[in-house]
């Protein structure tokens, strides 16, 4: 459990001493521009290539798929974002509400808070609203360091209804807050025990500069269900916490780890050269159906958004709705021009690139 120095530090990041940082990094990530300068998620460099005779009718087209129990009517994943506060109750809700009229697959935030105040339940209590969905509950890895392990991770499992969970590893994002938990010594060994004593599947995913292949080899080794390889290009953590700093050497600190990264694109293929039949999501930048159709003709079998589904609920369900809407329609499209009718048909799909 965190000592009141550990709150303090927490509450004393913004500007009225009062907000958490949870509700900064959700404010942060709706208000300002944190997107990863100087490096891209690589999609850009692949095209396909088209096919003017597809032998096919659009309606042919099945974007269904099955991962870890669940049927899901698309292969995207609404990625672990928040929870926790006030502000994260309507958030989470509204895109459960999507992720359950879709067949999307859904990630909750760090459950760290959840299993520390109770109290904060409601904030991360979607089923009610996505009874049908694959729910992802979310912890970090590093905590494994400091005391939680398979009884702390059942008990979340419990409390949110999830069917699997999802560690995610954020080295960068600890190093460059003051109050961030840098021990990582032994993780590996027990992320593993984690994995064998669980019960429920559980995932590694980074949140936002990548997974090399050693480390997707490695996690595989030791017994994870997948790997979430959360490329660079899309949010950058480095700069969500410069946002959050007010002192001017961290200010220039973090603004040095602005093009840091493996770049999605890469991190996919690399993953599955490593693991030929594992389950293996992309996100990072991924922000239309264009880039998650390339994501899974590189490998990927789901892939997971965040940034544009957050910015979007803060405008409302209408907008969500819209997102959903457009990136299931273009992924249809995109496949029904290349003439294929299913994701395992997609994946088989070769590409022109990189250019």
């Not at 942060?28 to 944190?34: F, L, T």
């Not at 490998?299 to 209408?318: E, K, N, S, T, Y």
Request: glycine residues 10%; proline residues 5%; contains cysteine.
């Amino acid at each position: 459990m965190p000592t009141s120095s550990q709150q303090g530090a927490e509450r004393g990041r913004s500007g009225d001493g009062s907000t958490s940082r949870k509700a900064e990094h959700l404010r942060i990530n709706i208000e300002q521009d944190v997107r990863a300068k100087g490096v891209s998620s690589g999609f850009e460099r692949y095209r396909f290539a088209h096919c003017a005779l597809p032998e096919i009718a659009l309606d042919d087209v099945d974007l269904s798929v099955a991962q870890f129990g669940r049927k899901m009517r698309a292969p995207i994943l609404i990625s672990c974002m928040t929870g926790g506060t006030p502000e994260a109750t309507g958030v989470n809700r509204t895109l459960a509400r999507i992720a359950q009229e879709f067949g999307f697959a859904m990630g909750l935030g760090s459950g760290r808070v959840l299993l520390e105040q109770p109290e904060t339940l409601e904030s991360f209590d979607v089923r009610s609203v996505a009874p049908e969905v694959l729910l992802f509950a979310n912890l970090g890895a590093v905590q494994l360091n400091k005391g939680y392990g398979v009884p702390q991770c059942k008990h979340l499992i419990k409390l949110v209804d999830a069917d699997a969970l999802v560690l995610h590893l954020n080295p960068l994002q600890e190093a460059l807050q003051p109050e961030g938990d840098t021990d990582f010594r032994g993780l590996l060994k027990r992320i593993g025990d984690l994995s064998n004593g669980l019960g429920v599947p559980v995932l590694v995913k980074e949140v936002g500069w990548g997974l090399s292949p050693d480390v997707v080899r490695a996690l595989f080794e030791v017994g994870v269900a997948g790997v979430d390889v959360a490329g660079a290009g899309g949010t950058s953590w480095s700069e969500v916490e410069r946002f959050r700093t007010h002192e001017s050497w961290r200010i220039r600190v973090a603004s040095q780890f602005a093009a840091w990264g493996i770049p999605t694109a890469e991190c996919v293929r690399a993953a599955r050269a490593v693991a030929p039949e594992a389950p293996i999501i992309a996100s990072g930048g991924i922000r239309d159906g264009l880039d998650a159709a390339k994501a899974i003709a590189l490998g990927a079998d789901m892939v997971g958004i965040a940034g544009p589904f957050l910015r979007a609920a803060a405008q409302g369900f209408d907008e969500v709705h819209d997102l959903a809407h457009e990136i299931v329609e273009v992924l249809r499209v995109a496949m029904f021009a290349l003439g294929i009718r299913s994701i395992e048909e997609l994946k088989l799909t070769d590409m022109l690139g990189p250019a």
